[in-house]
T-cell receptor
Framework: DGGITQSPKYLFRKEGQNVTLSCEQNLNHDAMYWYRQDPGQGLRLIYY???????QKGDIAEGYSVSREKKESFPLTVTSAQKNPTAFYLC?????????????FGSGTRLTVV | QQQVKQSPQSLIVQKGGISIINCAYENTAFDYFPWYQQFPGKGPALLIAIRPDVSEKKEGRFTISFNKSAKQFSLHIMDSQPGDSATYFC????????????WGAGTKLIIKP
């Protein structure tokens, strides 16, 4: 079955630590996205990529970094510069960068600072 | 700044009733209006979508109504069931963007048995 796989499902980070969230898709989608969701809140765009080796900042990119070395993979690193990283992180993909073909989301990674 | 305003923030409906969630937008240059459904601990999933040249779209118990002059669109869930309990997001795609979705803040829907 085609889809998006996010791992791990739960992640705990110590203060000052960098952590990397994995996102892999087998849908052959060109565009991939990272969103942050806080309790009771909507979705805020962190980074997006429309093609391999290229990505752009979203609305809340500070304290995060990404790479897009393969079409299938778009990992997100939450750096120590992100002061409030506890949130639910969602990865998504879409066809040829057109949102009106619909986004496919992964099941998310819940990150908690301990 | 382009915005999509969604209401209510939360909604409780009795089983069998009609659930109505409303969204309004502030920019006419949108060309696609999807609704997403999110269950706890899961990612959102595309539920139904409409283009601005259509006033209504129905898929099973779910209907989108679109009022272009009022810049409003709404989701109606007929014969609401406990399994419909979820968070619903409306969104809009700017015409000049090939990646962007402008999201509403979400509505937490609870269907009481």
């Amino acid at each position: 079955d085609g889809g998006i796989t996010q791992s791990p499902k739960y992640l705990f980070r110590k203060e000052g630590q960098n952590v990397t969230l994995s996102c892999e898709q087998n849908l052959n989608h060109d565009a991939m996205y990272w969103y942050r969701q806080d309790p009771g809140q909507g979705l805020r765009l962190i980074y997006y990529s429309q093609i391999v080796n290229d990505f752009q900042k979203g609305d809340i990119a500070e304290g995060y970094s990404v790479s897009r070395e393969k079409k299938e993979s778009f990992p997100l690193t939450v750096t120590s510069a992100q002061k409030n990283p506890t949130a639910f992180y969602l990865c998504a993909s879409s066809i040829v960068g057109r949102a009106n073909y619909g986004y496919t989301f992964g099941s998310g990674t819940r990150l908690t600072v301990v | 700044q382009q915005q999509v305003k969604q209401s209510p923030q939360s909604l409780i409906v009795q089983k069998g009733g009609i659930s109505i969630i409303n969204c309004a937008y502030e920019n006419t240059a949108f060309d696609y209006f999807p609704w997403y459904q999110q269950f706890p601990g899961k990612g959102p999933a595309l539920l139904i979508a409409i283009r601005p040249d259509v006033s209504e779209k129905k898929e099973g118990r779910f209907t989108i109504s679109f009022n272009k002059s009022a810049k409003q669109f709404s989701l109606h869930i007929m014969d609401s069931q406990p399994g419909d309990s979820a968070t619903y997001f409306c969104a809009a795609t700017p015409r000049d963007s090939n990646y962007q979705l402008i999201w509403g803040a979400g509505t937490k829907l609870i269907i009481k048995p």
